[in-house]
């Protein structure tokens, strides 16, 4: 069956014209029901392994972070792709939005089995490195090598999801998203704790409930994008490599998965500067994140939107739209993140409730996000201006950003403030909130310059 004639119009809009925020807010709400779906995958998770004990907190926080650092390149192709085909949508070429989509999936599929291959491989060692205790390596790696063997799923799931949001169409992923996910969150408790006819397998039972749901949002993303219920429709008849368009792609996706990988790899380092701390500190260390990566989705779903509709209008020749829309996002998300903000300060205690009651690690975990609610005022604008200048393609200053904040900001106070001042495991926490002011401030300089409206892709 063909799609309606309702749903063809919307992921047929032309968003390069009409009222900005109009085309923002109709872009961006599908895209942040996507966002925050995705991270209540991670967050069911963390609270049935939670209840699990500290151990099986901080492996899967530390094996969480692991799958993300060997997987971060894949985020560089995302990036060249979404740039790409929101540009060629824009100037109305869906031929080569098309080509892009084709020679991505292919890239995609080697990617994944390589990386599936180095990650099981590397899973115990890694853990290992950062000095965790034995305990915490068991648990982090029989998760970790699971993780790995479902990387092509998620690899195919994100790209087709990519696809479609950079062809203007946020609805179908987010329905994609939507059953997946369902699916995720049932299942979840009856694999880790061996509900029913299921087997008890603790933290393998998450990372099993995760590729199997992946595999599901793989399946029906494909189904939308092959059989012609999207924008886009995928045709691999006739295929044949596009050396020229691939580097293209590559060109543009090197910096972003430098940025993501040291993004990343940043991470783990303060993950291992909280280590000598204890297996609380790392727990505690792993909720606050989690936390706070589902306070972000909102922001990450209007930097989406905004880096789609920034594409897109530079395609068609309008840069002022593209600028004011970041602006008005950035705007939207600020209001947002101050709310946040205060309701974390308030209720950092029933927050971390969620995921665990022992009460030193309670504790711990509510000043940890009480500290990194300070970082919620200015961390939209990061997300929003990030995205739309890597939605222009220009990804080079992203890069440098996080450079900047891993090795200038970030990870020298974390070093310097547990050792030259009395704030121990929090200063940690406060290394992380200074380089989150410090790139705000340089995206905003940044973008008010406007060199990235005039990037060619």
Not at 257 to 280: C, D, H, Y
Not at 394 to 417: C, E, I, K, R, S
Request: glycine letters at 10%; one cysteine or more.
């Amino acid at each position: 069956m063909r799609v309606s004639v309702r749903t063809e119009a919307v992921v047929r809009r032309d968003w390069t014209k009409g009222s900005i925020i109009g085309n923002l807010l109709s872009l961006s709400w599908p895209v942040i029901v996507t966002a925050s779906l995705n991270m209540l995958g991670p967050t069911v998770d963390m609270i049935w392994v939670g209840k699990l004990g500290a151990a099986s907190i901080a492996g899967v926080g530390a094996g969480g972070m692991a799958v993300m650092l060997v997987d971060s390149m894949k985020m560089g192709l995302v990036t060249g792709v979404r740039a790409m085909i929101a540009r060629f949508i824009g100037a109305g070429d869906e031929q080569n939005a098309h080509e892009v989509a084709r020679q991505a999936f292919v890239i995609s599929a080697a990617y994944g089995i390589m990386v599936a291959i180095v990650g099981i491989a590397l899973a115990e060692p890694i853990l290992i490195l950062l000095g965790l205790k034995a305990d915490v390596v068991a648990q982090g790696a029989a998760y970790m090598r699971i993780m790995f063997l479902g990387r092509l799923a998620m690899a195919f799931r994100m790209l087709a999801e990519t696809i479609m949001q950079a062809s203007g169409d946020t609805m179908t992923p987010m329905k994609v998203m939507i059953y997946f996910r369902i699916f995720h969150v049932v299942l979840c408790p009856f694999l880790v704790f061996g509900w029913w006819l299921f087997p008890r397998m603790g933290v393998t039972g998450a990372a099993t409930t995760n590729v199997i749901s992946e595999s599901l949002g793989t399946a029906l993303g494909l189904w939308f994008l092959l059989s012609g219920r999207t924008r886009l429709r995928l045709i691999f008849r006739g295929f044949r490599f596009n050396l020229n368009l691939i580097w293209r792609m590559v060109k543009i996706g090197i910096p972003a998965s430098i940025m993501t990988i040291e993004r990343t790899f940043a991470q783990l380092v303060l993950m291992w500067f909280m280590v000598p701390f204890g297996t609380q500190a790392v727990a505690a260390h792993t909720l606050g994140q989690r936390v706070e990566m589902v306070v972000f989705m909102p922001s990450m779903g209007f930097g989406t939107a905004a880096g789609v509709l920034a594409g897109q209008n530079l395609g068609a020749r309008q840069p002022g739209r593209a600028e004011k829309g970041g602006w008005l996002a950035a705007s939207i998300v600020e209001g947002f993140m101050v709310a946040c903000a205060l309701a974390v300060l308030l209720k950092a205690e029933g927050v971390i409730h969620v995921f665990s009651s022992e009460p030193g690690l309670v504790e711990l975990a509510s000043t940890f996000l009480r500290i990194a609610a300070v970082s919620y005022l200015v961390m939209g604008i990061n997300a929003v201006f990030s995205h739309c200048i890597s939605g222009a393609g220009d990804t080079l200053p992203p890069m440098l950003v996080g450079l900047l904040n891993m090795y200038a900001v970030q990870v020298p106070l974390a070093f310097f403030l547990p050792q030259a001042t009395n704030l121990g495991v929090y200063g940690v926490r406060w290394a992380m909130v200074a380089g989150t002011a410090v790139s705000s401030v340089v995206y905003v300089i940044y973008f008010r310059l406007g060199r990235w409206k005039r990037k060619r892709v």
